[in-house]
């Protein structure tokens, strides 16, 4: 069943600080207006990026539509299924990934997610279940070599996959990552980028496609259901710079311009809109670079896609409850004072 998150006037404003000591006589202190009127959507099976140039809004878009951001600073509307949701069931249903990770280098990667998953899921998932599932994603994500690793001793990318793992653990029908290949070279930030491509089930050519597939496991894998059965995830990620074999991954595109939306549909229609316009992207050149190159050139510049499709399909409305067995804040103090001690002593044995 396909699921579709979708906003509409999204408008997210600060006060601009100032610490002169007159500012605070104005009656109207000035607001900075960071998102303006943005609507769009998102379906499970999409795979998303938000481009645009430094300071045009892409971190605050992802934040403001996963509803990461709090206070009543932030107004719109947002709908999953024709279906107004709130904070609480949106961020349920949802995993963030930031673009900075606060693994802890002396555990291995199945104890931190292990951990992650006993403070998080316990009440609802025996740990028995909760190892398969940490099994199922490491295997997903092609970490499954490396479970016994410690974090300290893994590559950038494989971080990023981690993290990513972590969001996984609750079964999300829609991840929302910040800047994913910020610190990697192109090779393992095109591996990052292919690993949500096939989250997203979105099919490839085999022979393309070596290094981020599913590896060969032992007779365990007979417990789980086929990879073939997990539902598609819809990902959403802002992304600075991403080299063409990167933006050929993504299936659809926002363009930002200081916090307005310029363009939002799938990158074919993006190459048919700008040549519409009159801008033709040169040959062996990054279409992604060209795109930003002209918003920025051309402020005036607008070719937005008339239509959303959650307008053309109508979908079915869907309850999506979010789940009220949270894991006891006894619980929690017990297992992050299990998981510091298991730190300690092994960074007495390193001392």
């Not at 599913?214 to 802002?238: H, Y």
């Not at 991403?242 to 939306?261: A, E, N, Q």
């Not at 896609?305 to 894991?327: A, F, G």
Request: glycine content about 6%; proline content about 4%; some cysteine.
């Amino acid at each position: 069943m396909e699921v579709t998150l979708r906003w509409e006037n999204v408008n997210y404003s600060i006060r601009r600080k100032n610490s002169y000591w007159w500012w605070k006589c104005k009656r109207t202190p000035e607001t900075h207006h960071i998102l303006q009127n943005v609507s769009g959507e998102v379906s499970t099976g999409d795979l998303v990026a938000i481009v645009g140039a430094s300071g045009a809004g892409k971190t605050t878009l992802l934040a403001a539509i996963s509803r990461r951001i709090r206070g009543n600073k932030l107004a719109g509307k947002f709908t999953i299924n024709s279906r107004e949701v709130d904070r609480e069931e949106m961020t349920s249903i949802s995993g963030f990934v930031p673009q900075s990770d606060s693994l802890i280098n002396a555990l291995t990667v199945e104890e931190h997610l292990m951990f992650i998953g006993l403070l998080k899921y316990s009440r609802k998932m025996p740990q028995i279940q909760l190892r398969i599932t940490i099994k199922k994603i490491l295997v997903q994500l092609g970490l499954n070599s490396l479970a016994y690793s410690r974090i300290g001793t893994l590559s950038g990318g494989e971080r990023k996959k981690l993290n990513l793992a972590t969001e996984l653990l609750g079964e999300p029908y829609f991840l929302f990552c910040d800047e994913p290949t910020t610190g990697l070279d192109s090779f393992n930030a095109l591996l990052v980028i292919k690993t949500f491509k096939n989250l997203c089930g979105i099919n490839e050519n085999p022979e393309n496609n070596t290094n981020s597939k599913m590896e060969i496991v032992t007779s365990e894998k007979d417990l789980w259901e086929p990879q073939s059965q997990t539902f598609p995830k819809g990902i959403v990620c802002s992304i600075h710079q991403p080299t063409s074999d990167i933006f050929h991954c993504f299936s659809h595109m926002i363009l930002l311009r200081k916090g307005r939306i310029v363009f939002q549909g799938t990158t074919s229609q993006a190459e048919d809109k700008f040549r519409e316009a009159g801008f033709i992207c040169p040959e062996n050149y990054n279409p992604i670079e060209y795109y930003v190159k002209i918003i920025s050139q051309k402020p005036e510049l607008d070719i937005t896609v008339e239509k959303l499709r959650s307008q053309e399909t109508k979908p079915s409305p869907v309850k999506i409850q979010p789940s009220q067995l949270l894991t006891s804040w006894i619980l929690q103090v017990f297992y992050l004072l299990k998981r510091s001690s298991l730190v300690s002593r092994r960074s007495l044995k390193e001392a």
